[in-house]
């Protein structure tokens, strides 16, 4: 099988890192896996740490993009059509020249095409089952960003959201598997003329968290985990510190925000230390920080496909306060799984879980369950990999 993916799935620290690196690792039980990511250098930590999984990971040079060479490369997809936010700036000519050599020299039983941008090399093997796996519905982000901006960022992104379901329609009906990681965006892309769409839903390493107490509520910390390169990450970290916990702690004064996650800009940095707010940057391991936490926020309003966090932190034995949008995706059921409530009562939810202890201990111990039951990655990803061979014997 040869893999494309926009980045070297490693380290662990990002949901779609997460997501590609156990899907592969549960392939390559079957598939000799060989996967092209774009580079600026090589990456010999994480090409071994794959090979340790079975995996061949070949960084491919790429030259670096500054933000003119990002504006003209804009500039042409909107002339061609083609979106560029989450499709068309992954796209790199020398991954698209090395597949192309790969797929001749080795044909392929298998290409997968890790995300939508994967689609947009043009590659079509006559010999080879093409199998693509997406993580999000990437119209419906780019359109809850937009929702989000005014003026001509607005109309952007707009036009990008009508581009990317151009994209995702073409897609849709363009491969011989799809990977779909929720009920919603299975229906979503069968409707776009998917013929062979499968639910592959994000996971979770339940072994990695064995060790934690179960259904633990205890201290007053709130952690919020999540990449701040990605803009709802850092929107609803930025919710959390400023408007939900000042409310917390007038009545539990005792209440901190952990805000755990690489890459936080320069209005949470200025938030570190100050009033109960951590803000640890990328971290080596976040099971430590899910250990001593009381409890999980995810006070996402954007976004899509379903979130790791949550999966993780139920998986640790840990009570969830999500919005509605945090939570989408995962079959998970309010008041028995985890906590769901609007922004505008946030604050109330978190204090109720703080100040209950005993019903934390019960949707903490009942998501756990559910978690290890339905949403461990050996059992994912075992799916994943009947699909693509019976594709392949089809």
């Given at each position: 099988m040869l893999a494309v993916s926009s980045e070297m799935p490693w380290p662990l620290t990002s949901g779609g890192h997460l997501r590609t690196f156990h899907l592969l690792r549960s392939i390559a039980k079957r598939f000799r896996v060989h996967l092209l990511?774009?580079?600026?250098?090589?990456?010999?930590?994480?090409?071994?740490?794959?090979?340790?999984?079975?995996?061949?990971?070949?960084?491919?040079?790429?030259?670096?993009?500054g933000p003119l060479v990002d504006a003209l490369n804009a500039s042409r997809c909107a002339a061609s059509g083609r979106a560029y936010v989450m499709y068309g700036r992954h796209v790199h000519e020398s991954v698209r020249r090395r597949a192309r050599e790969v797929i001749a020299d080795l044909s392929p039983a298998v290409l997968y095409l890790d995300h939508l941008d994967g689609f947009g090399y043009g590659l079509r093997p006559e010999r080879s089952v093409v199998a693509?796996?997406?993580?999000?519905?990437?119209?419906?982000?780019?359109?809850?960003?937009?929702?989000?901006?005014?003026?001509?960022?607005?109309?952007?992104?707009?036009?990008?959201?009508?581009?990317?379901?151009?994209?995702?329609?073409?897609?849709?009906?363009?491969?011989?598997?799809?990977?779909?990681?929720?009920?919603?965006?299975?229906?979503?892309?069968?409707?776009?003329?998917?013929?062979?769409?499968?639910?592959?839903?994000?996971?979770?390493?339940?072994?990695?968290?064995?060790?934690?107490?179960?259904?633990?509520?205890?201290?007053?910390?709130?952690?919020?985990?999540?990449?701040?390169?990605?803009?709802?990450?850092?929107?609803?970290?930025?919710?959390?510190?400023?408007?939900?916990?000042?409310?917390?702690?007038?009545?539990?004064p005792n209440a901190r925000l952990r805000i755990v996650g690489k890459s936080p800009g320069a209005e949470l940095r200025a938030l570190d230390g100050r009033d109960g707010i951590e803000v640890t940057g990328e971290v080596p391991d976040v099971i430590p920080h899910l250990e001593e936490a009381a409890l999980l926020a995810v006070a996402l309003e954007s976004g899509g496909g379903t979130r790791l966090k949550i999966l993780e932190a139920l998986a640790a034995g840990l009570p969830v306060v999500s919005t509605p949008v945090g939570a989408e995706g995962l079959d998970l059921e309010a008041g028995v799984h985890l906590v769901i409530e609007e922004r505008a009562r946030f604050a109330d939810a978190i204090t109720g879980v703080l100040t209950d202890r005993a019903t934390g201990t019960r949707i903490a111990r009942s998501g756990r369950a559910l978690v290890r039951r339905v949403y461990d990655w050996s059992a994912i990803g075992a799916s994943a990999a009947d699909a693509l061979s019976a594709a392949v014997r089809g």
């Open positions: 990511v774009p580079a600026l250098s090589g990456d010999t930590e994480g090409t071994s740490a794959l090979a340790r999984e079975g995996i061949r990971a070949e960084a491919v040079p790429t030259t670096a993009r693509l796996d997406l993580h999000n519905v990437y119209s419906l982000i780019a359109e809850r960003l937009a929702q989000e901006q005014s003026g001509l960022r607005r109309a952007y992104l707009r036009r990008e959201a009508r581009l990317l379901k151009r994209a995702e329609r073409s897609a849709a009906a363009g491969v011989d598997v799809l990977f779909a990681v929720s009920r919603q965006e299975v229906a979503y892309y069968e409707t776009l003329g998917g013929p062979n769409v499968h639910l592959v839903p994000n996971g979770v390493d339940c072994a990695a968290y064995a060790s934690l107490p179960d259904g633990r509520v205890r201290g007053d910390l709130i952690v919020y985990v999540g990449s701040m390169s990605w803009p709802p990450n850092e929107e609803a970290a930025l919710f959390l510190a400023t408007t939900v916990l000042p409310q917390v702690r007038r009545q539990r």
